[in-house]
T-cell receptor, first 113, second 116 residues
Framework: AQSVSQHNHHVILSEAASLELGCNYS??????LFWYVQYPGQHLQLLLK??????LVKGIKGFEAEFIKSKFSFNLRKPSVQWSDTAEYFC???????????FGKGTKLSVKP | ETGVTQTPRHLVMGMTNKKSLKCEQH?????MYWYKQSAKKPLELMFV???????ENNSVPSRFSPECPNSSHLFLHLHTLQPEDSALYLC???????????????FGPGTRLLVL
């Protein structure tokens, strides 16, 4: 069965610090990978996605993620976080069945001003 | 706004009540989904409707009953729920191709359900 692991439950950073959130998945076939973000009181929004091609994916708001197939990883990065990045971040994987996204438990990011 | 709306946004119900959650998508998509989001657990896929046909139900208890009258509307009928069913219920939609393939899912704001 597919699964997604997000290593950190809660990350606390100061503004301008660099961010890396880990995401590992278990699925041996072709995968499609997503990062979603949920700002406080708001709905889930797509941050970025990887389907194929360049494994370094640029998303909105300065976020990027790198797909490393050999490590089954899709870590999210941002060189300099802002207070407005405070949110919960979810990694999701789709492999095999059409449309079935498997989500990680989420990582809560708190950025101190 | 993602083009996916859900009503009500909050719902409190007793274990003997019957209620329904509504989802509407304004994106012209052909697939819709119900997810359950509980504290400290991953989002759980409950139901998938693709081209109005249910294709997945992931062993959800029968006290949850989905209905998809057309490709723009999705309901989740609730009856005799348990307190552990309290959660955020999210609706999503996407455009799925006939030959398969994955497209991005767009989520609604959710219905916060509390079962007493």
């Amino acid at each position: 069965a597919q699964s997604v692991s997000q290593h950190n439950h809660h990350v606390i950073l100061s503004e301008a610090a660099s961010l890396e959130l880990g995401c590992n998945y278990s699925y041996g076939g072709t995968v499609n990978l997503f990062w979603y973000v949920q700002y406080p009181g708001q709905h889930l929004q797509l941050l970025l996605k990887y389907f194929s091609g360049d494994p370094l994916v640029k998303g909105i708001k300065g976020f990027e993620a790198e797909f490393i197939k050999s490590k089954f990883s899709f870590n999210l990065r941002k060189p300099s976080v802002q207070w407005s990045d405070t949110a919960e971040y979810f990694c999701a994987v789709n492999g095999g069945s059409q449309g079935n996204l498997i989500f990680g438990k989420g990582t809560k990011l708190s950025v101190k001003p | 706004e993602t083009g996916v709306t859900q009503t009500p946004r909050h719902l409190v119900m007793g274990m003997t009540n019957k209620k329904s959650l509504k989802c509407e998508q304004h994106l012209g998509h052909n697939a819709m989904y119900w997810y359950k989001q509980s504290a400290k657990k991953p989002l759980e896929l409950m139901f998938v409707y693709n081209f109005k046909e249910q294709t997945e139900n992931n062993s959800v208890p029968s006290r949850f009953s989905p209905e998809c009258p057309n490709s723009s509307h999705l309901f989740l009928h609730l009856h005799t729920l348990q307190p552990e069913d309290s959660a955020l219920y999210l609706c999503a939609s996407s455009q799925e191709g006939l030959a398969g393939g994955v497209e991005t899912q767009y989520f609604g704001p959710g219905t916060r359900l509390l079962v007493l």
